[in-house]
Structures are given as C-alpha cells and as structure tokens.
C-alpha cells in the first residue's frame, strides 16, 4: 500500500505503531534525528519538523565546528519520506527525512538531498540508475577493542555464537526488506562481508544507510561492537559501490554482446569521467582518520579492469547479460549519499562529453585528505555540482576531525595525517638506532 497523508493514521493503527523516529544522515555517515509521538507526527509532519541545522557541523560524538564553518545556528525543518516507511522493535516505525530550511529551499548541506540532485539530473539523460553498496565490518569486544571472535578466511566453520550474530543481522536485513544476497567471514578474524542485491535511485543510499545501522543495532544487541572503520588491525575494510544505468527501455546502457568483453561505449565513457575526476573524488571516498591508509595499501591509481580485484574500477562481465562497474575506492565508513552522488558527478561528464578511457596515463590517486580537497576545490565541476559553500564547510569539519584526538596539529606542525602510522615506525626506529650507534662509536 502506497502512503499517503490521508491513510498514514490507518496505517500506523494496522502497526500498533507508537513513536515515529525520523532519520538523516551527517556529513560524515552518522544516524541523527529524534523520536516523536505518533500523534504529535500525524499533527505536523506535513508541515515539516524542527530540527537543529548545527546538526551538519558535528565532527565527532561530543564535538561542534559550527565557528569554522558557514552553516547558520538555526533551525530546519525534516521532512519524512513516506516511502521509507520501516518497522521497528518497541512500537516504532523509522522514516527518512529530507532537509529544508524554514522557506523550504534546499539546504546545501543535506547529503540526501545532494544525492537526490544527482539522480535528477541522469535521469534527465535518460537513464535510471541501479547498484548496491556491500559492506565490511568488524566484530569487537567492547571491554578489550579487541577482535571478538576467531574465524577462518571465508569459512562455515563458525562458532554458535558467531552464527546467531550473523543470522539474526540476516533475518533482520530481509525484515527491513534490504534485498540480502550473500554474507560471510573475511580474510580477517571477526571479520565479515554481507551483501545485497541492487536496488534503484535514491534507494542504494538509502538501503546502505540503513544497512549499516541495522547492522550496528543487531551486533549492540548480542553485547558487541561493529566497526566500519576503513582500516583497522592492519587491515582494509571496503564499502565497494555497484552500479549500471538503464535507458528508457530498460536496457542495461553498459552491455554491448557485440563487444568482447560486454562493456559498451557508454560503459567506457563512465569509467573515464571517473578516472579524469578522480582526485575529487577521494574527497568524498574517504571518511575518517585512517581511509588515506587504507588506499595508500590498495589503490594508488585510478585504473580499471575486467574482473581484477586490484583495479580501482573493476568491470564485472562474467556474465555478459549483467555488465555492472563495480567501484572499489570507497571505504566502508563513507557517506553512501556523498559517495553516490560524486560518482554520478564524474560519471555523468563522462557521459555527456563521450570521454574515452586512457589507458596509456593513469592519474594519481590522492593519500590524504588535504591533497584531496585541494584537487576538488580546484575541480570547477565539483565546485558547481556541490557549491563552494558546502564544499568549505565540509572540508573545515573533515579536517578537523582529522586532526582531533592522539593526532592533533597545529598548522605549523608537519601533517602526519598524510602519513600511516605503520610508515612512521620504521623511519623513527631507523632514527633511533642511528642515533644509538653514533652515540656508541662516538
């Protein structure tokens, strides 16, 4: 049944439903909003719900940048999305909201909305967009930090207690109607991959989004803890994005059975706005302290393949009636609506100015998060698709959450941002030993 203003109290009767909790993502992936009543929500929904705007400018748990950037202290108004309508536990059924100031005009801010833009405009080249993010974890013991469970590479030689974990977070995607695929253990201990069937439009950020918290909520639930950090324990954890456009046929627009190896023109013309913009892109790939570690072990360049796990765009035509790109730079902490959106920003000049693909040149891929601002403030696409004022804003707050905690530097201070930890200790032990063996020749 369709929602509508006119059967939502219907609805919400059928579902025994008591609260509303209404969602958005922040710049930097996390879930926020507030819990109403469902009789205060059914009163002023349609006029919109107060929410702080200053929201957009935390950059961790506990922390506030709005001094540095340009996002005004005062309130928006969320608008739930009927379409998002999904149940959960304690009587609650949870919405996602678009942002919008008290006016109603967009806020430049809103990942969602941002995202949504971009959908807009491929449609308006005539084409639907279809794809799905699979996504990484790790399982921690919240009183060590430590992994929680040993398990073997890609293994069903799992523990009870782990498959309780992973199946209820399976029975729970499917309730949430997240189109399951696959799940399993990773090349890590307590390490895990779960995967999902390709969803349309704003739907992919959406189901990643909610992916990801449902994920969260099942772990919390059996007493642990789920890390989406982009590199942890020494190892790499992936939000890969799957993605094909149809034309107004439904045809899949990047197979060509003429072609060897199934990839269109079209196809190819994706892949080279992505390798022209790619600089800006890691802007919005990343997310967190440690994504520049991550790509600085994997991706260095922005080449692609045909079913090559080491390419930063591989083209997955095994089977030559379902050709889809699957892009592999984005880390499993990263804001799915900022990432989709990028993408189709640098896809979409690749298709509107028919690139060809080089094969010969391969770009750099940036390694820290100032170098890749720089790229993107310097790309005048990213600066008109996104707006100067949001892209300021944003790069003030990545900033200095990359540089709060154990890291934090001045401006005059070297930027070890750029750097791993695991780079910097063999150059200080090397140092040291120097340093002792001049001290006992001397």
């Not at 107060?50 to 929201?55: G, T």
């Not at 059996?222 to 799957?242: A, D, I, M, T, W």
């Not at 991706?299 to 390419?311: I, M, W």
Request: hydrophobic share 35%; glycine share 4%; charged share 25%.
């Amino acid at each position: 049944m369709t929602l509508t203003s006119c059967n939502l109290q219907k609805r919400f009767e059928e579902d025994d439903i008591a609260f509303v909790q209404v969602e958005i993502e922040d710049l930097f992936g996390r879930r926020r909003g507030i819990i109403y009543d469902k009789d205060y929500f059914i009163e002023n929904y349609q006029k919109g719900l107060p929410f702080y705007l200053a929201i957009f400018t935390v950059y961790t748990d506990l922390k506030v940048g709005s001094k540095i950037t340009n996002i005004p202290r005062e309130d928006g108004l969320l608008h739930a999305d009927l379409d998002t309508y999904l149940l959960l536990p304690y009587n609650t059924v949870s919405l996602l909201a678009d942002f919008k100031y008290i006016d109603g005009t967009e806020i430049p801010y809103s990942p969602r909305s941002i995202c949504k833009r971009q959908l807009q405009k491929l449609n308006r080249l005539g084409y639907n967009l279809r794809g799905s993010f699979e996504y990484e974890f790790f399982i921690i013991d919240p009183k060590t930090n430590k992994k929680a469970f040993y398990t073997p590479t890609i293994s069903l030689d799992l523990s009870p207690q782990v498959r309780e974990i992973l199946y209820d977070i399976a029975r729970e995607t499917k309730k949430a109607d997240l189109k399951l695929e696959k799940f399993h253990s990773e090349e890590a201990d307590s390490m895990f991959e779960f995967v999902f069937k390709p969803s349309s439009g704003i739907q992919i950020a959406d189901n990643a989004f909610r992916i990801r918290n449902t994920i969260t909520d099942v772990i919390a639930k059996h007493g642990y803890k789920c890390e989406f950090v982009s590199r942890k324990f020494n190892q790499s954890l992936s939000g890969h994005l799957n993605l094909s456009i149809y034309d107004s046929n439904n045809n899949n627009a990047f197979i060509e059975m003429e072609n060897e190896t199934g990839l269109s023109e079209i196809g190819l013309n994706w892949i080279a706005g992505l390798q022209k913009h790619i600089p800006a892109l890691m802007c919005f790939y990343t997310s967190g302290k440690n994504c520049f570690e991550r790509i600085s072990k994997g991706y260095l360049y922005d080449d692609f393949a045909f079913e090559n796990r080491d390419s930063s765009f591989r083209v997955k035509n095994v089977d030559k009636s379902n050709v889809y790109i699957e892009h592999r730079i984005p880390g499993s902490s990263s804001n799915p609506y900022l990432t989709l959106a990028a993408t189709l920003v640098a896809a979409m000049d690749g298709l509107k100015n028919n690139m060809k693909t080089n094969l010969k040149h391969r770009n750099k891929i940036s390694t820290c998060f100032d170098d890749a601002y720089s790229e993107a403030s310097k790309d005048s696409l990213f600066g008109q698709e996104f707006g100067s004022e949001f892209l300021s804003s944003y790069s003030a707050l990545r900033q200095l959450e990359e540089r709060s905690g154990p890291t934090k530097l001045s401006k005059n201070t070297f930027n070890f941002n750029c750097w791993s930890y695991n780079q910097l200790i063999p150059i200080m032990v090397f140092i040291f030993i120097y340093i002792m063996l001049n001290i006992l020749i001397g």
